[in-house]
């Protein structure tokens, strides 16, 4: 329903004529563009589009275009980690939350499914087993970098289809206890409610619940949610985390959040459809 609101079309009108948005993960300086890919893809996804639609379709097809070597991300590299591996991810975790047949984007999760799964196999985190099977099967290069955290944004997302039931259950423990949250979403202790509905502190912790709801093996774990998000309801049955919320990557949808009307209704089809994905277990 806002896929043709004022916000997606002054998206849409920057796309690149190969599918990007200039650099892909982090703006440069030496890439003149207001916008990275991944903030593009980001708000669109929230804006309702999906691989049926031609912009996600050329920006899926440049993304596997980089994935496979055919083309390249603008982006300057970064020394932190293996920069191979780091692209893979991304690019990976992006063409899957869009579509789950790109068998090159397929071949990253199955990797890092294989890795996730070594380090629970034994019903608790191991991260001995974490880093040799980092090495084994992701093939970092020596002195290729720090290690990527998995509980981030990116292994998170790419793996919600591809666990077995046991793997999903320990590694959902593990998220939810883990005190500095998912790195690039929220950065505190999940199994603790934030204090204030109306924040953005609550709209980045619904967007990690987001994520976590996709893993279906795990999904009652999270049922402590669905009673909070129950209890915020106002009178009128429906969902308002106020102005302040306005912060351009989960809101606003509708064009306009002048009236309270507007902001209620945004809200409440957040709500409504995480409270739909926490439910069905």
């Known amino acids: 329903m806002h896929k043709d609101g004022k916000w997606a079309k002054s998206i849409i009108a920057l796309q690149e004529d190969d599918g990007k948005w200039g650099c892909f993960h982090s703006l ?34 440049y993304m596997d275009d980089c994935l496979t070597g055919k083309n390249s991300i603008p982006d300057r590299q970064e020394k932190v980690h293996d920069w191979c591996i780091f692209t893979s991810l991304i690019l990976a975790t992006w063409i899957r939350r869009f579509t789950g047949d790109n068998p090159n984007a397929n071949k990253v999760a199955k990797q890092w499914a294989a890795v996730i799964s070594n380090a629970f196999a034994g019903g608790t985190y191991n991260h001995f087993e974490y880093v040799n099977s980092y090495h084994e099967i992701l ?17 998170i997302s790419l793996l919600t289809d591809c666990l077995n039931a046991k793997t999903e259950m320990t590694l959902m423990s593990y998220a939810l206890n883990k005190e500095s949250g998912i790195y690039y979403i929220y950065d505190k202790q999940l199994s603790i409610l934030p204090c204030c509905f109306e924040s953005r502190e609550a709209s980045r912790y619904l967007g990690a619940i987001e994520l976590l709801s996709k893993y279906k093996f795990a999904k009652s774990d999270l049922k402590f949610v669905a ?21 351009k990557v989960y809101f606003p949808l509708s064009d306009d959040w002048r009236r309270q009307e507007t902001r209620e209704a945004d809200c409440t089809e957040r709500v409504d459809a995480l409270l739909k994905d926490l439910l069905e277990w």
Do not use: H
């Open 227 to 247: 009673d909070w998000l129950v209890e915020q309801r106002n009178t009128n049955g429906k969902w308002d985390m106020g102005k302040i919320v306005n912060d």
């Open 139 to 155: 093939g970092m290069k020596p002195n290729g970098g720090r290690l990527i955290d998995f509980m981030n944004f990116y292994p």
């Open 28 to 61: 440069s300086k030496f890439y003149n563009a207001p916008l990275t890919t991944e903030q593009a893809l980001r708000r669109l996804e929230r804006l309702g589009y999906t691989i049926e639609d031609e912009c996600i379709q050329k920006a899926v097809a």
